[in-house]
C-alpha cells in the first residue's frame, strides 16, 4: 500500500458523502465529472439540525448559535444575550460505520451592536483496521478530524453587520503510520471566514436579509514532508437571501435560497492524446498551486469554460413555518450538478420551543441514486440553551 492511496482511502471514507462519489465517474452529456477534491470535506457539511433541514440553506437564516458557521456576521444581531448549541449526527450510518459528527458553539453579546462566537466541531471515522501489501494486519487506529473557531461580529449600521473568524484545523487520518518506510503525521491549518448580514423589516410583518459569506480560506493541508502533496481546504463563497412573513399573532412563514461556490481551482483534465486541457499544465502543477491564487483563478479555471463553472455552483431551497414561535416545520432541497459531485436531496425537520431551550430534529433524503445512496436517512438532532438578559 503506497503512501498516497492511504491518504485518498481514508479522505474517501471522510468524504463519501454523495452516491456520485461512491459510484465513481460517470457520463453526463458524453463528458465525465471533474469532482474538486479538499481536504476536510467535513467543513462543508451543516453542522445543525435547523439548516439541515432547509436543504443547507443558512446564510441568511435568522441569528442564531450556529450562525458562525454559515456567516459569521449575524451574530451581531443576535436576539439573545448567550445562546449555546450543540449537535450530534451519526455519519453514513446506513453503511455500518461508526463515525459520528459533533459541533459545539454559541455566542455572547457585547453590547447591543457587537457579539463574540465560538465554536468546536468534531468528526471521529470510527475505528479503520490497518493492514499491509499482503493483507496482514498492522494494527487499528482511530482517525479523527477537529476545528475552533472563534468570531466577532459587529453592527455598521442599523441594517448591515461585518463579521471575522479565525478556524485551527487538525487533521490526523494516519494517526501517524509508517508507510513504504515513510511516516505519515497529523495535518494542521489556518484559515479565516469573513461576512457581510443585511436586514431589513420592510414593515412591522415583514423582513427581508441578504447574505454574503466567504470561508476556509487558509493554507494547505500537509500529511507527510512532501510538500508537493499538499490538499487545498473547502474554501467556498456563499450567497444568501431570506423573507419572512408574520401572518398574524400565532402563524409566519420564511423562505430561503443560498448559491454556493467552491474557491478551489478546477483539476485539469487529461486527453486521449496525453495533453491536458484546462488552467494547469498538469496535475503536478495544479497541486502545487497556492491556496489564495487558486481561490482566485476558480473563477475561470474550469477547463470546459464557463458552462463548467456555473455547473461548480450549488443550490439550496429551504422554507420553515412556526406557530406561535414554539412548533416549527422546515422543508428543503439542495442541488448539485452530477459532474461535480451529485449531491441531490430533500430535507425535512421540525423544532420546538420551551422556555430557554430549543430542540431541533432534521430528515435527509436523497434524490440521486436513492438505492445506494450513503447519506440515505441522515439525521441530526441540535440543543440550543438560551439566556435573555433582560431575564
Known amino acids: 500500500m503506497n503512501k498516497r492511496f492511504l491518504k485518498i482511502g481514508l479522505m474517501f471514507v471522510a468524504a463519501v458523502f454523495t452516491a456520485s462519489i461512491a459510484n465513481a465517474q460517470y457520463s453526463v452529456t458524453g463528458q465525465k465529472n471533474n469532482y474538486i477534491s479538499t481536504g476536510i470535506p467535513i467543513l462543508q457539511i451543516a453542522p445543525d439540525a435547523i439548516s439541515g433541514a432547509l436543504g443547507d440553506a443558512g446564510a441568511a437564516y435568522s441569528p442564531n448559535a450556529y450562525s458562525s458557521h454559515w456567516n459569521n456576521a449575524k451574530i451581531a444581531f443576535a436576539p439573545k444575550d448567550l445562546s449555546i448549541s450543540t449537535t450530534y449526527t451519526p455519519w453514513l450510518h446506513k453503511l455500518g460505520t461508526d463515525m459520528n459528527f459533533l459541533y459545539l458553539g454559541g455566542y455572547k453579546r457585547i453590547n447591543n451592536r457587537s457579539a463574540v462566537g465560538a465554536a468546536l466541531t468534531y468528526f471521529s471515522l470510527g475505528e479503520i483496521d490497518h493492514t499491509g501489501e499482503d493483507g496482514q494486519h498492522l494494527g487499528q487506529f482511530h482517525p479523527n478530524e477537529f476545528m475552533v473557531d472563534v468570531t466577532y461580529s459587529m453592527r455598521l449600521s442599523d441594517n448591515l453587520a461585518l463579521g471575522a473568524s479565525g478556524r485551527f484545523i487538525h487533521d490526523d487520518i494516519t494517526n501517524g503510520l509508517t508507510v513504504e518506510d515513510q511516516t505519515t503525521k497529523s495535518a494542521n491549518a489556518?484559515?479565516?471566514?469573513?461576512?457581510?448580514?443585511?436586514?431589513?423589516?420592510?414593515?412591522?410583518?415583514?423582513?427581508?436579509a441578504a447574505a454574503l459569506t466567504i470561508s476556509n480560506l487558509g493554507s494547505k493541508l500537509s500529511y507527510s514532508d512532501d510538500d508537493t502533496d499538499n490538499e487545498f481546504l473547502p474554501a467556498n463563497m456563499r450567497i444568501g437571501a431570506r423573507y419572512s412573513y408574520e401572518i398574524d399573532d400565532y402563524n409566519s412563514i420564511s423562505a430561503l435560497v443560498d448559491f454556493n461556490k467552491l474557491l478551489v481551482p478546477t483539476p485539469p483534465i487529461q486527453n486521449e492524446d496525453g495533453t491536458w486541457s484546462g488552467k494547469y499544465e498538469n496535475m503536478a502543477d495544479y497541486r502545487q498551486t497556492s491556496s489564495m491564487l487558486g481561490a482566485i483563478q476558480s473563477f475561470y479555471d474550469a477547463p470546459r469554460g464557463m458552462g463548467e463553472?456555473?455547473?461548480?455552483?450549488?443550490l439550496s431551497l429551504g422554507a420553515e413555518y412556526?406557530?406561535?414561535?414554539?412548533?416549527?416545520?422546515?422543508?428543503?432541497?439542495?442541488?448539485?450538478?452530477?459532474?461535480?459531485?451529485?449531491?441531490?436531496y430533500v430535507t425535512a425537520g421540525v423544532g420546538m420551543k420551551y422556555k430557554s431551550m430549543d430542540i431541533d430534529f432534521s430528515y435527509l433524503v436523497p434524490t440521486s441514486n436513492f438505492s445506494n445512496n450513503p447519506l440515505a436517512n441522515t439525521i441530526r438532532i441540535s440543543l440550543t440553551y438560551n439566556i435573555d438578559k433582560k431575564k
Open 190 to 208: 489556518l484559515a479565516a471566514d469573513v461576512g457581510l448580514y443585511y436586514q431589513y423589516d420592510v414593515d412591522k410583518n415583514q423582513q427581508v
Open 309 to 314: 463553472e456555473l455547473r461548480e455552483i450549488s
Open 322 to 344: 412556526w406557530y406561535s414561535n414554539t412548533f416549527a416545520a422546515r422543508l428543503g432541497y439542495f442541488y448539485e450538478h452530477k459532474t461535480k459531485g451529485g449531491r441531490q
